[in-house]
């Protein structure tokens, strides 16, 4: 996937789905009490990385912007200039504030990896810079200039090296078809065109319905841009199977890979059964109140929705998972073997780490009230682990300094009647009811908890 985003934030729906998975595939201890694998920024081969890798990008950076330079030079281009030099200063700052995972063992498996690929349009493999993100879904995407954004979230979902390696060629092929600068500058080109500055002055003119002309003008902007980002992910598709067979790997691992995205894309929530709530908060210093878990009838709840006045699958910017597979199916002879792939050493410690540390992902990413869904979710099968009623005692700590402060939106969703998954929905009711008094005293009470 091509973006200029620097570091997506998923929204909380799809974090809850990402918990879905882990809470039925994870067997180990998390680490976050003792010695954080990942988040151990203090760490002196953590730092060594980091500054590493802002020293390459800054000599990196200087010399795609002459790149560019050279080959945008009129209005549209130098506007393109000025935005890649304003992401680079954001990237580069947010790598300074530990944004990103510098790990030994996940910067070898990248590399290892990325070495496979060879060809004449394909980077030197040891000139790609990456940057592993903190973000828990399955994804990855290239920046204009070529650095590879990895999702840790990656090393849950995918089952093995050559699942992993097929997101890495798509990516390379995103980037060796230029896709986002040809977007981009086209968008630009477009935007400062004779035809957009008298489209915008014939709806100035317009002296009836002119919403509606606006609006229609905007829709058909919209519908071709979407168009031609879903025929940039079948291209980089396509071009990605291409070097990911010719380096080796196993073609029926990256039809696996786009299946397994088509299960994230579906994958149900998970349920919290109502005992959890009088297990771990009817506490002798305060006894659950009932009203608590009541929540609103949700049956008496009738919405009208308004026809949208876009259509949505036209703004779709990637083609549906179904549409990719059969894609490739078309293009391509897919092997049928059903001999199962296991991963090296190497990436099964890398699934082992991500993994052990989750919980902390979700708490440096300020989702509160998703981590200490799941939590519940680990103390529903096991109410006397001291690591999770530890997590408890933090979790309450910030949603008792955030309702204090009067910002609790921000880190927990609001009640949504509309959403079906109605346990989530009694959660989210029991965290809104609860008074500041209420969530001190939970919070203290697991406060002290020894892990």
Not at 283 to 292: G, T, Y
Not at 327 to 337: G, I, P, Q, S
Not at 407 to 435: E, H, P, T
Request: charge should be neutral; glycine fraction near 4%; include cysteine.
């Amino acid at each position: 996937m091509v973006m200029n985003l620097l570091f997506p934030h998923y929204t909380r729906w799809v974090s809850v789905i990402i918990l879905s998975l882990w809470m039925i595939t994870l067997t180990g201890q998390e680490s976050y009490f003792g010695t954080s694998i990942v988040l151990d920024t203090m760490d002196k081969t953590y730092r060594a990385s980091k500054n590493e890798f802002i020293f390459k990008y800054q000599n990196f950076r200087k010399s795609h912007i002459e790149k560019m330079k050279s080959t945008y030079k009129d209005k549209a281009g130098k506007e393109m200039i000025s935005e890649y030099q304003a992401s680079a200063d954001e990237l580069i700052r947010q790598v300074r504030d530990n944004q990103y995972i510098f790990h030994p063992k996940i910067d070898t498996l990248v590399r290892t990896t990325l070495a496979k690929f060879k060809g004449p349009d394909i980077p030197n493999p040891e000139k790609i810079l990456f940057l592993i993100s903190k973000d828990l879904s399955l994804n990855a995407f290239c920046l204009s200039d070529g650095v590879l954004m990895i999702n840790v979230g990656l090393f849950l979902w995918l089952y093995n090296n050559d699942q992993f390696a097929s997101v890495l060629a798509h990516e390379l092929g995103h980037f060796t078809l230029n896709h986002y600068n040809d977007y981009r500058y086209d968008y630009l080109l477009n935007e400062h065109s004779k035809n957009t500055k008298y489209e915008l002055n014939q709806i100035k003119k317009t002296t009836t319905n002119q919403a509606k002309v606006a609006q229609n003008s905007l829709r058909k902007k919209l519908y071709n841009q979407a168009r031609t980002q879903r025929k940039h992910e079948l291209e980089a598709d396509s071009i990605g199977y291409a070097y990911y067979t010719a380096a080796g790997f196993r073609p029926k691992e990256y039809l696996k890979s786009m299946e397994l995205m088509l299960t994230y894309d579906t994958l149900p929530f998970f349920t919290l059964d109502t005992s959890i709530y009088y297990t771990m908060f009817d506490l002798p210093e305060q006894k659950i109140n009932p009203a608590w878990l009541k929540g609103e009838d949700f049956d008496q709840y009738h919405y009208i929705d308004k026809p949208s006045e876009f259509h949505v699958d036209s703004l779709m910017s990637h083609p549906s998972m179904e549409v990719r597979i059969e894609n490739l199916k078309k293009h391509y002879t897919l092997e049928t073997d059903t001999t199962t792939l296991f991963p090296d050493s190497t990436y099964a410690y890398v699934t082992s780490i991500v993994e052990s540390e989750i919980f902390p992902v979700f708490y440096y990413n300020e989702e509160y009230g998703v981590a200490l869904y799941g939590v519940l979710r680990r103390l529903q099968h096991d109410d006397e682990n001291v690591y999770y009623r530890k997590w408890l005692g933090l979790l309450f700590n910030k949603i008792y300094e955030a309702r204090k402060n009067y910002v609790l939106n921000r880190y927990v969703d609001a009640v949504d009647m509309r959403d079906k998954n109605r346990s989530y929905q009694q959660f989210l009711g029991f965290i809104w009811q609860l008074n500041l008094r209420e969530i001190k005293i939970i919070a203290d009470h697991y406060k002290y908890q020894k892990p």
